[in-house]
């Protein structure tokens, strides 16, 4: 029997392909759910599947958990995405994480409009798109539902060379308590999660002198493990969390 915090629900993340996306995969499965793994590396995708889901599951089996290739800037590919979900399990994920970010870090003065567009399209319009695909596939199901959305310490206190992207950040709050607003009664929760400085493929365009510099404001004194905010992501997933939404929570060593 398959146990865990959210056993036998059908979660979907995008960005799975990497970082906290992947470990938020390994999280959910360890905990009982089965996983889609969205992502526009769909090698990754797979390869997160196949090494990281199915092996935390106790299993060296893919089992039910799938990859799909997905650009979730694109209303297209997110539409495929929902298509495809519904084809195989024949009912919408219950748990929806967005996962999926990027950085084209400049300073404001040089920062180009192509960089600027980019960020926000992917961070702020992939998370709106992949979020109302799934809520209206779970009102029209009449399901309760958890959406956890990945923002940034960042779109809170502002950064070095990335005004685009704390831009899009802090619009990820501001999006997920206004679409708590709305789906509260659905009995869907929104949530957002802000991380600070996690030890993934993002942080390497960092210089290492700013993440130095970074780590002297972080009274933990390190930076985080993608596994300790998925093991975040899982609990606002969960029912432990059921009078949960509309929150931005923190996970940043204190930062
Ligand atoms: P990551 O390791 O770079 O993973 C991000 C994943 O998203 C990659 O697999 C990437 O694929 C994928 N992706 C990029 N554009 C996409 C698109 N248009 N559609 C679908 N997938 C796309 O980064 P991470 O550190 O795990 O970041 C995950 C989230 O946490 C992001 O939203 C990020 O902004 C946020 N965050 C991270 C940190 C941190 O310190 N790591 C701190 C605060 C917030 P490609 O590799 O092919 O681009």
């Known amino acids: 029997m398959v146990t865990g915090i959210v056993a036998g629900r059908l979660a979907v993340v995008t960005g799975a392909g990497s970082g906290i996306g992947r470990a938020a995969c390994q999280v959910l499965s360890r905990e009982g759910a089965t996983v889609i ?22 299993s060296n ?28 399990y024949k009912a919408p994920p219950t748990i929806v994480v967005n996962s999926a970010g990027i950085t084209r870090d400049n300073w404001l003065l040089k920062m180009s409009e192509e960089d600027y567009n980019t960020v926000l399209n992917v961070n702020l319009k992939g ?12 009102t029209e199901a009449s399901l309760p ?18 005004t685009n992207y704390a831009g899009s950040k802090a619009g990820v709050v501001a999006m997920s308590q206004s679409a708590a607003k709305e789906l509260g009664k659905f009995n869907i929760r929104v949530n957002a999660i802000l991380p600070g400085f996690i030890k993934t493929p993002i942080i390497e365009t ?36 059921s009078y949960i939404t509309g929150a931005a929570i923190d996970i940043s060593g204190g930062f």
């Open 37 to 58: 793994a969205a992502d526009n590396n769909y090698e990754a995708a797979v390869q997160t599947i196949k090494t990281h889901t199915a092996l935390a599951s106790g």
């Open 61 to 88: 089996a893919v089992g039910d958990h799938s990859a799909i290739e997905t650009d979730v800037s694109d209303s297209n590919s997110v539409q495929h995405l929902v298509q495809t979900a519904l084809k195989q």
């Open 127 to 138: 998370t709106f798109l992949v979020m109302q695909a799934f809520a209206q596939k779970l």
């Open 145 to 162: 539902g958890s959406i956890i959305n990945i923002s940034s310490i960042v779109g809170k206190y502002g950064n070095l060379g990335q």
């Open 206 to 241: 960092v210089p290492d002198k700013v993440v130095d510099k970074l780590l002297k404001m972080v009274p933990l004194g390190r930076l985080g493990d993608p596994v300790e905010v998925a093991e975040l992501i899982t609990f606002l997933g969960s029912d432990k969390s």
